[in-house]
């Protein structure tokens, strides 16, 4: 999952892209408003994580923007103690939830997967494709009852599969949803990870279930 943060003070921005890339998120950043809204209309993000005081132009002035152009990412903003008024002015504007700073980190996470379900439209943290589940609040998956031993990068394939199971799933769509802008991955680094997780799933003879459609992409579903 894609997750952009627009956030000012250099300390919070660097550790919050710290912790979600170590939770398998691909991260952009930015400092100041504009910047944020130019990554904000030029790339698909599966989550908004947006200060309201940014240098440049403010948060709500960006939220404006977003959803007066019909861009539909979810936007979690962030806010100060005391600024009341402005969280709900921010959820007027159309954001979808808020944090007061100071926060623990663990709830912004949790607060980000329970925004990237209600975007797929699925509300139970668990995902079951067959025999595979997915824990999308632990973020581990088993299938068969064995747990995978997945990295950061295919689980955070996987659960994109996982959220559109069913559905083709583009190269291009893999690529902006798991990848940031700037990132240096080479052109086949999709089809590689599509075979870790393949063998990683079909591990003692089971079937496949992640299913490639020539020309279109993949898909993951159980088929007889």
Same mark, same amino acid.
């Given at each position: &999952?894609?997750?952009?943060?627009?956030?000012?003070?250099?300390?919070?921005?660097?550790?919050?892209?710290?912790?979600?890339?170590?939770?398998?998120?691909?991260?952009?950043?930015?400092?100041?408003?504009?910047?944020?809204?130019?990554?904000?209309?030029? #790339?698909?993000?599966? +989550?908004? +994580?947006?200060?309201? &005081?940014?240098?440049k132009l403010d948060g709500l002035g960006i939220l404006r923007r977003l959803r007066?152009?019909?861009?539909?990412?979810?936007?979690?903003?962030?806010?100060?103690?005391?600024?009341?008024?402005?969280?709900?002015?921010?959820? #007027?504007?159309?954001?979808?939830?808020?944090?007061?700073?100071?926060?623990?980190?663990?709830?912004?996470?949790?607060?980000?997967?329970?925004?990237?379900?209600?975007?797929?439209?699925?509300?139970?943290? &668990?995902?079951?494709?067959?025999?595979?589940?997915?824990?999308?609040?632990?973020?581990?998956?088993?299938?068969?009852?064995?747990?995978?031993?997945?990295?950061?990068?295919?689980?955070?394939?996987?659960?994109?599969?996982?959220?559109?199971?069913?559905?083709?799933?583009?190269?291009?769509?893999?690529?902006?949803? +798991?990848?940031?802008?700037?990132?240096?991955?080479?052109?086949?680094?999709?089809?590689?990870?599509?075979?870790?997780?393949?063998?990683?799933?079909?591990?003692?003879?089971?079937?496949?279930?992640?299913?490639?459609?020539?020309?279109?992409?993949?898909?993951?579903?159980?088929?007889?």
């Open positions: &999952m894609r997750v952009l943060v627009v956030e000012d003070y250099a300390p919070l921005r660097k550790s919050l892209a710290r912790g979600l890339r170590q939770e398998g998120f691909a991260v952009d950043l930015s400092a100041d408003g504009e910047e944020g809204l130019w990554y904000a209309q030029s #790339n698909d993000y599966d +989550v908004i +994580v947006l200060d309201l &005081m940014l240098p007066g152009e019909g861009h539909k990412a979810p936007v979690l903003i962030l806010t100060a103690k005391g600024e009341v008024d402005d969280r709900v002015h921010g959820l #007027n504007l159309g954001a979808d939830d808020y944090l007061v700073k100071p926060f623990a980190f663990k709830e912004l996470l949790a607060r980000i997967q329970a925004l990237v379900r209600r975007r797929y439209d699925s509300h139970d943290p &668990m995902l079951c494709v067959g025999d595979l589940t997915i824990d999308t609040a632990a973020r581990t998956a088993t299938r068969s009852g064995r747990a995978l031993d997945l990295t950061a990068r295919e689980y955070a394939l996987l659960e994109l599969l996982a959220l559109r199971a069913g559905e083709v799933v583009t190269r291009t769509d893999i690529w902006e949803h +798991v990848y940031e802008f700037d990132s240096s991955a080479q052109s086949n680094v999709v089809e590689v990870y599509i075979g870790y997780l393949r063998r990683k799933l079909e591990q003692g003879g089971l079937p496949r279930l992640i299913h490639t459609r020539r020309g279109q992409g993949y898909v993951l579903e159980e088929r007889p």
